[in-house]
Nanobody, 124 residues
Framework: QVQLVESGGGLVQPGGSLRLSCAAS????????MAWFRQAPGKEREFVAA????????YSAASVRGRFALSRDNTKNMVNLQMNSLKPEDTAVYYC?????????????????WGQGTRVTVSS
Protein backbone atom coordinates (compact mmCIF):
# COMPACT_ATOMS: atom_id res chain seq x y z
CA GLN A 1 0.00 0.00 0.00
CA VAL A 2 1.42 3.34 -1.08
CA GLN A 3 1.72 5.95 1.63
CA LEU A 4 3.10 9.47 1.74
CA VAL A 5 2.92 10.95 5.21
CA GLU A 6 3.79 14.60 5.72
CA SER A 7 4.81 16.14 9.01
CA GLY A 8 6.33 19.33 10.39
CA GLY A 9 3.65 21.88 9.67
CA GLY A 10 2.47 24.43 12.18
CA LEU A 11 2.19 28.08 13.08
CA VAL A 12 5.24 30.28 12.63
CA GLN A 13 5.88 34.01 12.67
CA PRO A 14 6.94 35.86 9.52
CA GLY A 15 10.66 35.46 9.01
CA GLY A 16 10.69 32.13 10.80
CA SER A 17 11.55 28.64 9.62
CA LEU A 18 9.93 25.24 9.39
CA ARG A 19 11.11 21.88 8.15
CA LEU A 20 8.57 19.65 6.47
CA SER A 21 9.18 15.93 6.09
CA CYS A 22 7.53 13.30 3.93
CA ALA A 23 7.89 9.61 4.72
CA ALA A 24 7.21 7.30 1.78
CA SER A 25 6.38 3.61 1.65
CA UNK A 26 4.82 1.05 -0.66
CA UNK A 27 6.75 1.94 -3.83
CA UNK A 28 10.34 2.09 -5.07
CA UNK A 29 11.16 5.50 -3.65
CA UNK A 30 14.54 5.82 -5.39
CA UNK A 31 12.82 5.62 -8.80
CA UNK A 32 10.38 8.44 -8.20
CA UNK A 33 10.75 12.17 -8.53
CA MET A 34 9.54 13.72 -5.29
CA ALA A 35 7.87 17.10 -5.04
CA TRP A 36 6.07 19.48 -2.76
CA PHE A 37 2.97 21.36 -3.79
CA ARG A 38 0.87 23.77 -1.77
CA GLN A 39 -2.68 24.98 -1.76
CA ALA A 40 -3.70 28.25 -0.14
CA PRO A 41 -7.33 28.94 0.80
CA GLY A 42 -9.38 29.70 -2.30
CA LYS A 43 -6.50 28.98 -4.68
CA GLU A 44 -5.41 26.11 -6.87
CA ARG A 45 -2.71 23.71 -5.80
CA GLU A 46 0.65 24.96 -7.03
CA PHE A 47 4.11 23.52 -7.52
CA VAL A 48 6.71 24.42 -4.89
CA ALA A 49 9.79 22.30 -5.51
CA ALA A 50 10.91 18.89 -6.76
CA UNK A 51 13.94 16.62 -6.85
CA UNK A 52 14.55 14.26 -9.75
CA UNK A 53 15.13 10.58 -9.04
CA UNK A 54 17.40 10.16 -12.06
CA UNK A 55 19.73 13.16 -11.78
CA UNK A 56 19.23 14.34 -8.23
CA UNK A 57 18.65 17.83 -9.56
CA UNK A 58 16.22 20.12 -7.80
CA TYR A 59 14.02 22.92 -9.04
CA SER A 60 11.96 25.41 -7.08
CA ALA A 61 9.21 27.81 -7.98
CA ALA A 62 10.34 31.41 -8.32
CA SER A 63 8.21 32.41 -5.33
CA VAL A 64 10.26 30.25 -2.95
CA ARG A 65 13.65 30.13 -4.65
CA GLY A 66 16.44 31.11 -2.29
CA ARG A 67 14.24 30.55 0.76
CA PHE A 68 13.19 26.90 0.48
CA ALA A 69 15.52 23.94 0.05
CA LEU A 70 14.52 20.42 -0.92
CA SER A 71 16.44 17.26 -0.14
CA ARG A 72 15.85 13.54 -0.35
CA ASP A 73 17.28 10.56 1.51
CA ASN A 74 16.90 7.36 -0.48
CA THR A 75 18.18 5.29 2.45
CA LYS A 76 15.28 6.46 4.63
CA ASN A 77 12.66 6.96 1.89
CA MET A 78 12.18 10.55 2.96
CA VAL A 79 12.07 13.96 1.37
CA ASN A 80 12.42 17.18 3.33
CA LEU A 81 11.55 20.78 2.63
CA GLN A 82 13.47 23.35 4.66
CA MET A 83 11.54 26.60 4.61
CA ASN A 84 13.29 29.78 5.74
CA SER A 85 12.32 33.45 5.76
CA LEU A 86 8.68 32.49 5.73
CA LYS A 87 6.10 35.02 4.60
CA PRO A 88 2.35 35.23 5.23
CA GLU A 89 1.80 34.33 1.58
CA ASP A 90 3.46 30.96 2.24
CA THR A 91 0.42 30.01 4.32
CA ALA A 92 -1.08 26.88 2.76
CA VAL A 93 -1.54 23.16 3.07
CA TYR A 94 1.64 21.54 1.80
CA TYR A 95 1.46 18.23 -0.04
CA CYS A 96 4.12 15.68 -0.83
CA UNK A 97 3.85 13.96 -4.22
CA UNK A 98 5.65 11.26 -6.21
CA UNK A 99 6.06 10.88 -9.97
CA UNK A 100 7.69 8.24 -12.16
CA UNK A 101 8.82 11.02 -14.50
CA UNK A 102 12.65 11.15 -14.43
CA UNK A 103 12.62 14.92 -14.88
CA UNK A 104 11.17 17.62 -12.66
CA UNK A 105 7.55 17.99 -13.73
CA UNK A 106 5.58 20.90 -12.39
CA UNK A 107 2.17 19.73 -13.59
CA UNK A 108 0.31 18.07 -10.75
CA UNK A 109 -1.35 15.70 -13.23
CA UNK A 110 2.06 14.07 -13.74
CA UNK A 111 2.20 12.92 -10.14
CA UNK A 112 1.06 9.43 -9.27
CA UNK A 113 0.87 9.52 -5.49
CA TRP A 114 -0.09 12.20 -2.98
CA GLY A 115 -0.01 12.65 0.75
CA GLN A 116 -2.79 14.08 2.87
CA GLY A 117 -1.02 17.37 3.47
CA THR A 118 0.31 19.35 6.41
CA ARG A 119 -0.84 22.85 7.23
CA VAL A 120 1.57 25.76 7.45
CA THR A 121 0.39 29.08 8.83
CA VAL A 122 2.65 32.11 8.77
CA SER A 123 1.23 34.82 10.97
CA SER A 124 2.19 37.17 13.76
Amino acid sequence: QVQLVESGGGLVQPGGSLRLSCAASGFTFSRYTMAWFRQAPGKEREFVAAVSWSSGSTYSAASVRGRFALSRDNTKNMVNLQMNSLKPEDTAVYYCAASRDPGIPQDRATYDYWGQGTRVTVSS
